[in-house]
Structure formats: structure tokens, C-alpha cells
């Protein structure tokens, strides 16, 4: 029954109504339930009960948790004799004495066992099995070694998701080195501005790459890079583009091959649970970008508990997540070799030749997880897509921003109507989510089931108190291990403190929008920072593109309140339309009924504009904050970098007329 109910809302939903958030879409069975990873873990810990009263004990008391993870999925090193957990927020120390390697958890396991396979939009097809992946690790290992990559030494990657990026980074982890990415659609200057905070010895690159059918020469951006960076011991060259030619300028060159020349069994270097893994970098659309270090113990411990018991991943799933290098779920993805799934990487745009092109995928590989950006879904959902074929597929991963409870409706009425869907939200900062799905909760219309374990998240209000049932600040008041060991180039700590603790002394703000329901479960509004305050009323942004962006006419849109130091200012509304569309008077006005009527008449906006794009992140999120600083007279070049963007272009479109 409840599936029939699940459609005629996703039949609304493609009439222009709305689906009642909370809507009951999915409930797991008995089955489900008993053979959940979660539930041999509790089993295995002999605390059955439901996943309130595990979460409750997983913060409550956070040495023994993260102990028996360690223990529960046994964890490859010296586990040492130290105290699991010393210090308070930002200050803590975990596990001390423990040693280990990402690297070695990661490639443990059956060496006939598949471990990746990699796809792209021109249907090229390569796998690996987990003894091969072991091999070319090791034979990428010592050619690092040959360049003299060194503990602690930087190998940096402008590449796209191939297997060669896996590679290079399993490779630079097990030596102790630690890895940075960037796509190859970030242009020179990004790079350049993230790169050079870190020094790196080595540079791994490719001379192009391919997006939506095209072919984007990059050999001469990577001579650029290269020449910003002078701690370059080499660079080594992924691949061609048809026409790029290298003229031999460049000092210390070779070719991937020659880096993979010389056979070698890999090897793994164990250092303590803190030291650096890799470096992650913040948008770096307002400023500088952050360079977040994560360590290898927190990483290894929050994705073995991430994705086993949020996810259910293990042996046998075939996990994929779209996504590049220069975007954390890339970190996340790789992270299902530690539980030993077969990773599914995937180069290229999400929609070629079509919207449909990654369900089709999905299908063709046999996927059980699929992890994809909220947009994604809110897209195939508005072209109609129907997924077939995917027999195999037992969960669905959203993130990237808030996904609405009718793009939650349509998985289940055009999808599949018994896969279990998780939005999740969490960030670079923690490289995981603080907030998601776990197979023992039932799957409601726009709300995220539970607080994920060992993250004690709270609401707080404006007086920093928590509450339920209440929109307020996204805190996390007690430490998680993949919380950053630090910054880089940040000796005193200052950067990092600055960043998240400086409202709520001994707290972090991740600086979301976040509403904790009574029985557990979640709702995310968006940025706090980009915060609809209508005479004294805060709304969050999500809110308001989901009434918007259900109309057909209109596929993107963007919302700016220019109010500032307690004054009211002009609510303006941007779109973009389908082709053939019109922003007329007849459209306006139904936007102005809806937005009365479904928010409040606060929030009818002053203003319609139609612009060619929204602008967006290289990872796809809305760039509210520099385009509200460009309307109150901010000159666009310093609003946002525009190296950091998807569309740059589109930013000239929001300055206002004089």
C-alpha cells in the first residue's frame, strides 16, 4: 500500500504539487534489519536495542565506541597503549602510540577479489583486481621512492577519477607521504592557489581530459602549475590529448609507465594515527582556500564505521558515488576498499549522452550503492527519467545540498521503490556526514534519519542553547576523530580555531541550518550564513528553491536576501527557464501565490530576474553568499574566484545597474 501512496505523491509532484514532508516512503523489514551490518555490530558489541539507545552510548562514551571499532573490524597496526582520547575541542589527541597505514587497511583482503572497476563517458572499461591494484601500487610506490618521495613529503594530482589517481595515492599513503587532488577542469590559478600552501615534491598530471563529448587540452595549465611550484622534484605525465605535444621545457619529466617500470611488492610504512593522509582544500570561491589535513587513523575508523553501518557496505557491493578528485566524496568513495567493495569510478559528465547516462551505468555494472549530488536526483527527476535494470541496487546516497522531499518521492516511485535512500550531509572539514541514513530507520519524505554515530550534533538557538523541534545552528559538541588534525602552514592553530570555534568556545559550528526532530531525525535548510531573515523571521534557503524549482518552467534559481546589521534589505529572486520559456507576468505570479502561501508572505521576493546561470561550485553548490556580496557592491573579481567555479561566466549577470 504505502508504495501506491509513494506514487500518486510522485504523480503530484510532476503536476506542480508538493509532497507533505515526513511522508512515510520506506520502512525496513524484518530481513532488512537482521542482516544489517549495524545489527551484527550491536550483536557483536552484545548492546541490542534500537539505534537511538546506540547512538546515545556511541557519544556518551567515546573511547569505548571508537575502541570497538578498531576492534569490531580489525584494524591493520600496533594499537599502542595510550589513552584513546586526550584533551578537549579543538585540542585533542586520539589513540596515542597507535601506528598504522591507510594504505595497508585499504589493499588487505582476496587478491582475486574485484576491487575497481573504472568507466567513462566514451565507454571505455578497465577493472582491477585487488591483487593487481596491490601490484600497481607497489610498482608506483617505488617509482615515487626513485624520486625521492619521502614520510611527510607532498605528491600532488591534477587528475581526473581514474585509476591512476587511486593508484598514485595508495602509493604516496603507504611511504607516509601524503596525497592532494585537483580535478583537471580547475584552471591554473585554483591550483596554483591550493598546491603551493603544500610544496609538493612530485606532481601527477594528465595532458587532457574529456567532459560532455569534448576533448580539453591540459598540458600546457599543468607547465603553468609546475612553474608556480618550485619544491618540484618531477612531474609525471598521465595519458595524451589527441594534438598536445610536449616541448621538453619543463625540468625532471617522465612518463606514468616509466614511473610503474620496475616491479615491487608494496610495502607499507605505519605512522602514528595522526599524522597526515591528505590534504582537502575549502571552495576558496571568497578567499585563500583552507588546506584541511586529515590523519590516517581518524579516516580509516570513520569510513570503516561510515560506510559499513550508515552505508551497509561490505564484500559483495558494488559501490559508486559521482564525483571527481577535487570534491571529498572522491576520498569518501575510494574509502570502500577498506570494506572491501568493489569501487566504481567514473570520468566524464553525468549527463552524457543524457540525464540518464549514471543510472544506465548503474545498471550495466551492477551497482548496490549509488551515490550521486542531490541536484542529480532533482534533474532526472524533472527530464523524466526512468532507471531500469537496476535488480542489484540496494542503496541511494544524496548530498552536496539539502535534497527535497519530492526529489525523495521520486527515487521511490521511479526508481525503486525498496532501495533504502540516505541524504547525507557532512562536508570536507570531517570528510564524511555528521547527519544520514542507517538501515534500521525508516525513510521519510526530505527528513535525514538519524545522527550518524560517535557525532553528537545539536541544534542551538541563538543563545547557543540546544534544542529540539527547532531550526538553529549545525554544532558538534564533542570531538570526532576525522575532525582535521590541522591546517597546513598553521603552526599556532589560529586558522583552524578561527574556522570552527570561534562562536561557541570548545564547540564547532559547521555553519548549516539544522532542525532536530523529536524522534531522532533531521532536517538540513542550507547554509546559515545565506539565511532568508525576513522581518525577524530566518528561513533557510533550501525552503524556498523547493517551492521555486518545482515549476516547470524553471530549472535552476537562486535566492539573495541583501538585508545586513539587523535592517531589512530586498529579497531577489534569479532563474534560469527551460528552453522555451518565459519569465512573464502569468509565471511571476504564480510564484508569488506559491511563495505566500507555502512560506510566508515574508518571503514573496521584491524582485524577478532571468539569467543565463546559476553560479556553482566545480562540486555543484550555489554560490549564495559571493553573489549576495556582489549586490551590496562588492566588485565581482574579489566576491569569488572564478578558477573555483563551474560557470564563472555567470557572475557578471548579478551586478547591479547603476
Not at 305 to 328: C, I, R
Not at 478 to 485: F, G, K, L, Q, Y
Not at 571 to 597: K, W
Request: hydrophobic share 40%; aromatic share 10%; glycine share 12%.
Amino acid at each position: 500500500m504505502w508504495v501506491e501512496v509513494v506514487t500518486r505523491r510522485a504523480r503530484l509532484v510532476k503536476m506542480g504539487c508538493m509532497v507533505e514532508e515526513g511522508a512515510l516512503l520506506w520502512e525496513p523489514t524484518a530481513e532488512v534489519v537482521r542482516d544489517a551490518r549495524i545489527t551484527r555490530y550491536t550483536e557483536w558489541l552484545g548492546r541490542p536495542g534500537d539505534y537511538q539507545d546506540v547512538w546515545n552510548w556511541s557519544v556518551d562514551s567515546p573511547a569505548e565506541f571508537w575502541t570497538s571499532i578498531w576492534d569490531y573490524f580489525d584494524v591493520l597496526g600496533d594499537r599502542g597503549d595510550g589513552p584513546v582520547l586526550h584533551g578537549t575541542m579543538p585540542d585533542v589527541t586520539w589513540f596515542e602510540g597507535t601506528t598504522l597505514n591507510y594504505a595497508e587497511n585499504a589493499l588487505r583482503g582476496d587478491p582475486d577479489r574485484l576491487a575497481v572497476i573504472f568507466r567513462d563517458e566514451s565507454g571505455n572499461r578497465r577493472t582491477y583486481t585487488l591483487g593487481e591494484l596491490r601490484a600497481e601500487v607497489g610498482r608506483v610506490r617505488a617509482g615515487l621512492a626513485r624520486l625521492g618521495v619521502r614520510r611527510g613529503d607532498r605528491v600532488a594530482g591534477y587528475v581526473p577519477n581514474i585509476p591512476e589517481a587511486l593508484i598514485a595515492f595508495l602509493a604516496t599513503a603507504s611511504l607516509g607521504a601524503i596525497w592532494s587532488s585537483c580535478s583537471p577542469d580547475f584552471g591554473a590559478p585554483s591550483v596554483i592557489d591550493r598546491f603551493t600552501q603544500i610544496e609538493p615534491k612530485v606532481l601527477v598530471a594528465v595532458e587532457g581530459y574529456r567532459y560532455n563529448g569534448k576533448a580539453f587540452g591540459r598540458a600546457d595549465v599543468v607547465r603553468d602549475i609546475a612553474a608556480k611550484l618550485p619544491s618540484l622534484a618531477a612531474t609525471v605525465w598521465i595519458g595524451s590529448t589527441p594534438g598536445a605535444e610536449r616541448d621538453g621545457t619543463a625540468a625532471a619529466e617522465l612518463g606514468w609507465e616509466e614511473l610503474r617500470a620496475e616491479a615491487a611488492e608494496p610495502e607499507f610504512d605505519r605512522v602514528p594515527f595522526g599524522h597526515p593522509l591528505w590534504v582537502l582544500y575549502s571552495s576558496g570561491t571568497t578567499g585563500l582556500p583552507k588546506p584541511i589535513v586529515h590523519g590516517h587513523g581518524g579516516i580509516v575508523l570513520e569510513h570503516l564505521k561510515a560506510l559499513s553501518f550508515h552505508q551497509d557496505l561490505g564484500e559483495g557491493d558494488v559501490f559508486f558515488w559521482y564525483t571527481t578528485t577535487g570534491w571529498m566524496m572522491w576520498n569518501f568513495l575510494i574509502g570502500g576498499l577498506l570494506v572491501g567493495s568493489t569501487v566504481v569510478l567514473y570520468d566524464g559528465s553525468a549527463a552524457h549522452p543524457d540525464t540518464g547516462a549514471l543510472w544506465e551505468l548503474a545498471a550495466q555494472e551492477g551497482v548496490t550503492y549509488f551515490g550521486t549530488g542531490a541536484p542529480y536526483i532533482v534533474a532526472s527527476m524533472k527530464a523524466g527519467v526512468r532507471p531500469s535494470g537496476l535488480d542489484r541496487l540496494r542503496g541511494i546516497g544524496s548530498t552536496g545540498s539539502p535534497l527535497p522531499p519530492e526529489g525523495f518521492a521520486w527515487i521511490y516511485s521511479d526508481v525503486k521503490p525498496d532501495v533504502q535512500l540516505g541524504s547525507f550531509s557532512g562536508g570536507t572539514d570531517v570528510c564524511t556526514g555528521f547527519v544520514g541514513a542507517v538501515p534500521l530507520l525508516p525513510i521519510r519524505a526530505g527528513v535525514i534519519p538519524c545522527r550518524c554515530l560517535g557525532a553528537r550534533v545539536e541544534s542551538f538557538d541563538p543563545a547557543g542553547e540546544p534544542v529540539i523541534g527547532e531550526v538553529g545552528e549545525l554544532v558538534v559538541t564533542a570531538p570526532m576523530p576525522s575532525m582535521p588534525v590541522m591546517f597546513w602552514n598553521d603552526p599556532s592553530g589560529d586558522r583552524y580555531r578561527e574556522s570552527y570555534f570561534a562562536d561557541y568556545p570548545g564547540v564547532w559550528r559547521h555553519g548549516d541550518w539544522i532542525k532536530i526532530l523529536p524522534g531522532g531525525g533531521c532536517v538540513i535548510y542550507g547554509r546559515s550564513d545565506s539565511t532568508l531573515n525576513r522581518g525577524g523571521v530566518r528561513m533557510g534557503t533550501s525552503e524556498f528553491y523547493r517551492v521555486v524549482e518545482r515549476f516547470e518552467e524553471i530549472e535552476d534559481s537562486l535566492v539573495i536576501d541583501t538585508g545586513q546589521l539587523g535592517q531589512d534589505g530586498r529579497l531577489l529572486l534569479y532563474v534560469t527557464l527551460v528552453p522555451g520559456a518565459e519569465l512573464s507576468d502569468g509565471l511571476v505570479a504564480r510564484l508569488r501565490t506559491a511563495l505566500r502561501t507555502e512560506l510566508s508572505p515574508r518571503h514573496v521576493p521584491d524582485e524577478f530576474h532571468r539569467v543565463p546561470g546559476i553560479p556553482r561550485t566545480l562540486s555543484g553548490k550555489k554560490l549564495e553568499v559571493p553573489v549576495r556580496k556582489i549586490l551590496l557592491g562588492t566588485p565581482v573579481e574579489k566576491a569569488a574566484n572564478p578558477d573555483a567555479m563551474a560557470n564563472p561566466e555567470v557572475l557578471s549577470h548579478f551586478v547591479p545597474e547603476l
